[in-house]
């Protein structure tokens, strides 16, 4: 996995954290890190795509908001994020681990905050696919014995 694959996969579980788990787990990791505005948290929308089929025509699904932010720590790390919603404190803490992760203090972040959201989200994953296999009905042709 080259470094470019790692950020995705950590900033696609920022995006997708629940912004009252990592606001628990940021509060626990300890003191914010100094840091200057590159482009402070605002809401905007943006227009969701989509595909019939997943390789069909692209079609316009509809517009969805997202806050996004960019930020450079004191040591030059830069950190962005896109989260879904308005939640600007959301969008900062997500910013501020990227640009952590991108520091000596990688490891660190991963086991305080991305280990644990990445093992939340999973429990919740499982959870939905638990209650919906509950639902799963199995057809089957029963033979009648008049044949």
Same mark, same amino acid.
């Given at each position: 996995m080259t470094a470019n694959d790692e950020r995705k996969a950590w900033m696609s579980l920022l995006a997708k954290a629940p912004a009252a788990e990592l606001a628990r787990l940021w509060e626990a990791f300890g003191d914010e890190p100094g840091h200057e505005w590159l482009r402070a948290p605002e809401a905007g929308g943006?227009?969701?795509?989509?595909?019939?089929?997943?390789?069909g025509a692209p079609f316009n699904l509809g517009e969805m908001t997202v806050t996004r932010c960019s930020l450079k720590l004191d040591g030059g790390a830069v950190g962005h994020a896109y989260v879904q919603g308005r939640d600007k404190r959301q969008a900062r803490q997500a910013a501020l681990?990227?640009? /952590?992760?991108?520091?000596?203090?990688?490891?660190?972040?991963?086991?305080?905050? /991305?280990?644990?959201l990445a093992e939340a989200l999973e429990t919740a994953r499982a959870a939905r696919a638990a209650k919906a296999a509950a639902t799963k009905v199995d057809f089957f042709t029963m033979v009648r014995g008049e044949d």
């Open positions: 943006v227009m969701v795509r989509g595909r019939a089929g997943a390789t681990v990227d640009a /952590l992760m991108q520091t000596g203090e990688a490891e660190r972040v991963r086991e305080a905050i /991305l280990d644990p």
